[in-house]
């Protein structure tokens, strides 16, 4: 058996829950909102915990497009402010987080008769431009776009726009985030579950008691007190809220309409690109896109209202998967992609803030993404907006916390607590593995693991440099993730601490890598072959259900 290791046994990681003080700010919600806020409260000197009812990204935060943009359907709807927002978020990620966030170029191909002509979207992307204070875009005639993109339709094709925004690992970017939280003293655990709110004789919200989700024991409960809590539960927002109005669900007014993103992966072989393409599908004239990621090529994403939100994984469904191929075969002439090509899906639920009632609800593609900020008996929630302002969204969250907590003396503004405005740490390592290790990879893993990445690289053994097949992973990622990011489960270490179940066949469970993956959670895990066949069956059911074709 294993040692004890930083986050590698459970009871390790539930020691802050012996606390007897309140904390300063309990947040709910393990996602990219929810460890935005850790990191700007822990930074100001709060005793921040954060938990999960699953697994740190494990909703919306780890199925999202992986796209930092500004947001430019925002110019066209006259938003400036969001767009300008948006636009200088994305270039501080790029400067900040190089490797984890990184530019992208995007095209869209114009064709004669369609919308939207080139001189009004070459109008808008100059706007876009001049509120990154960089020129990005170009424009390509005819024969120039065919020489980079000989693949794409050319009937009536008159030419097409370049601009760029970036791309990320969404997954990568939350827990890169909780990791600068973690350093300034927040804690995090996981599978750790808000079943209820504490209030006090007043009705107002003093704590939560939260279940072990990892155990099975339902007995291990925990009552976890703090002067301001804070809900960043995105899509599943409202549970909580209508707990703390002390509303039924018949008198609540809910705000969130949950919205289905799906997306296929396919491999570069079948569609080999170099950027990104947006384009408007045939049927519905909907922005869509294909761009590539991980060394695949990904084709997202659909836009559909989705059923009340329960504990369960969201799927693709069929139609959408028709949809995303049409929309492809159609820009592409001779791609013809079909099922058999596709090697994963993956789908995710927005929390868009809806603006009407049921009764006269525009598309969703057609609602704000904007974020809102609401104020119940002390309890603090948040949901909407964008993974790109992430960081905007923390700071609205703290302005409304202050108002809780300036009641009990605690001011979020501490004098004594210096920091800077940037969300990510730098510094170069000084393990020498790292200098015998590609530039691209280097520069990659800064960007991942940040001030980890020395501990990273000493916890690697000598061949855990080498990549896993057909991929930019490499075994030492796998390695420090079984050993200090918490994994409970296969599909954390698969799905959301590494991307391999989304980008190789069969979620990566081929003989070859399975072996190698047995080993290391073995070793980091203390994993027994009873333990790693009921891991292998439960992933294998949920990856074939939830990430892969639903049966036709």
Not at 152 to 180: N, P, W
Not at 316 to 334: C, G, M, P, R, S
Not at 458 to 479: G, P
Not at 519 to 538: A, F, H, S, T, Y
Request: proline residues 4%.
């Amino acid at each position: 058996m294993n040692q004890a290791k930083p986050y590698q046994q459970r009871q390790q990681a539930l020691a802050p829950l012996a606390r007897s003080e309140p904390w300063d700010m309990l947040i709910i919600g393990g996602g990219i909102t929810g460890a935005g806020i850790a990191r700007e409260a822990a930074r100001r000197g709060l005793a921040v915990l954060l938990i999960e009812q699953k697994d740190f990204a494990w909703g919306t935060s780890s199925r999202s497009s992986k796209m930092v943009h500004g947001g430019l359907r925002y110019i066209a709807s006259g938003d400036y402010k969001t767009t300008l927002l948006s636009v200088r978020e994305r270039e501080r990620m790029l400067n900040e987080a190089s490797g984890l966030v990184n530019e992208m170029h995007y095209v869209m191909p114009h064709y004669k008769g369609k919308f939207p002509p080139p001189w009004i979207f070459n109008t808008l992307l100059r706007v876009y431009d001049g509120l990154a204070g960089k020129r990005y875009s170009k424009y390509f005639k005819k024969d120039a776009f065919l020489s980079l993109s000989p693949g794409i339709k050319q009937e009536k094709l008159l030419g097409a726009s370049q601009f760029s925004d970036a791309v990320t690992d969404d997954s990568r970017l939350v827990m890169r985030v909780l990791d600068e939280a973690i350093h300034d003293g927040a804690c995090a655990i996981n599978y750790l579950k808000a079943e209820s709110l504490i209030t006090n004789e007043q009705g107002l919200v003093i704590g939560a008691t939260l279940i072990d989700t990892a155990s099975k024991d339902s007995n291990n409960t925990y009552d976890v007190r703090a002067k301001v809590v804070v809900s960043a539960t995105g899509a599943w927002a409202d549970t909580l809220r209508m707990q703390a109005s002390k509303q039924t669900e018949q008198s609540f007014h809910k705000q969130i309409r949950p919205s289905r993103g799906s997306h296929l992966v396919v491999s570069q072989e079948r569609l080999p690109l170099t950027q990104a393409y947006t384009f408007l599908h045939p049927v519905d004239k909907r922005a869509v896109f294909v761009f590539p990621w991980e060394n695949r090529t990904v084709l997202g994403t659909t836009d559909l209202d989705h059923p009340p939100l329960n504990d369960e994984e969201v799927g693709i469904t069929n139609e959408e998967v028709d949809y995303l191929l049409l929309a492809t075969n159609n820009l592409f002439d001779d791609a013809n992609l079909n099922r058999e090509d596709i090697i994963s899906t993956w789908a995710g639920v927005r929390p868009l803030i809806s603006e009407g009632g049921d009764g006269k609800r525009v598309s969703p593609s057609k609602e704000k993404r904007d974020h809102s900020v609401w104020l119940d008996n002390n309890l603090v929630t948040v949901s909407g907006g964008k993974l790109t302002t992430f960081r905007l969204i923390a700071l609205d969250v703290l302005k409304v916390c202050q108002k809780v907590l300036a009641l009990d003396g605690t001011s979020i503004q501490n004098s004594n607590t210096p920091y800077s405005s940037q969300v990510f740490s730098q510094q170069t390592p000084t393990n020498p593995k790292f200098t015998t290790l590609p530039k691209p990879l280097q520069q990659r893993l800064q960007g991942f693991y940040g001030r980890q990445l020395d501990t990273l690289l000493e916890l690697a053994h000598d061949d855990d440099l080498a990549y896993v097949t057909a991929s930019n992973t490499i075994w030492a990622e796998i390695r420090f993730a079984a050993h200090y990011e918490q994994v409970i489960h296969l599909d954390d270490l698969l799905l959301r601490r590494t991307r391999l179940g989304l980008i190789l066949p069969h979620g990566a469970m081929t003989p070859l890598i399975s072996n190698r993956l047995k080993q290391i959670c073995q070793q980091e895990l203390g994993w027994d072959e009873q333990k790693w066949q009921q891991e292998v069956e439960r992933y294998q059911q949920l990856w074939q259900r939830y990430y892969y074709l639903p049966a036709a």
